[in-house]
């Protein structure tokens, strides 16, 4: 039982480039979120899902988007990075209210 | 608008200290509550839970108070471990709120 992985650790974008940050539970989890995380600073909620085929906005999704095509999966894709998008994002999932989230790895992002 | 306050600190505590965190919360229907340890550039992850009648673990001690909104834990006996920042968490539905946390540095 992996839990919530993510991948890759670390990137480095450039400006105005595109990629995806993978995330994956193996818990069959309903609920997957994705926050983003600046240094200092708490968690925003980016997007989240409450299962396949379902997605919604959270507090910051400008500049994002997201599929769920499957329990498993929850992909975040950022199209034109900006520097802004520097910080580090971290994919968690549940399998809903009362319980707690479990967190993936995280993956560090860095856009110059 | 914030709904989970939390003192960012940090709190400065010699090992062996008793230290205790507040944190509040806005939303009145939240149902679930919960304290997270985030170690610097990690994940954060479960400490525990949060009862209406309060739960202990080991050296922790969380409560609830439901009346003025508003959840503690207390750390005894602090170790060089302890170190980290600690995050407060309440759920009334499936998006959970996460305070910005609370950092806390045990020294010899």
């Known amino acids: 039982n992996a839990g919530v992985t993510q991948t890759p650790k670390f990137r480095i974008l450039k400006i105005g480039q595109s990629m995806t940050l993978q995330c994956a539970q193996d818990m069959n989890h309903n609920y997957m979120y994705w926050y983003r995380q600046d240094p200092g600073m708490g968690l925003k909620l980016i997007y989240y899902?409450?299962?396949?085929?379902?997605?919604d906005k959270g507090e910051v999704p400008n500049g994002y988007n997201v599929s769920r095509s499957t329990t498993e999966d929850f992909p975040l894709r950022l199209e034109l990075a900006a520097p802004s998008q520097t910080s580090v994002y971290f994919c968690?999932?549940?399998?809903?209210?009362?319980?707690?989230?479990?967190f993936g790895p995280g993956t560090r992002l860095t856009v110059t | 608008r914030k709904e989970v306050e939390q003192d960012p600190g940090p709190f400065n505590v010699p090992e062996g200290a008793t230290v205790a965190f507040n944190c509040t919360y806005s939303?009145?229907?939240?149902?679930?509550f919960f304290w997270y340890r985030q170690d610097c550039r990690k994940e954060p992850k479960l400490l525990m839970s949060?009862?209406?009648s309060g739960n202990e673990d080991g050296r922790f001690t969380a409560q609830l108070n439901r009346a003025s909104q508003y959840i503690s834990l207390l750390i005894r006996d602090s170790k060089l471990s302890d170190s980290a920042t600690y995050l407060c968490v309440s759920g009334g539905s499936y998006i959970p709120t996460f305070g910005r946390g609370t950092s806390l540095i045990v020294h010899p």
């Open positions: 939303n009145s229907a939240s149902q679930s």
């Open positions: 968690a999932s549940t399998p809903g209210t009362p319980y707690e989230q479990y």
């Open positions: 949060v009862y209406s």
């Open positions: 899902s409450v299962g396949a085929g379902i997605t």
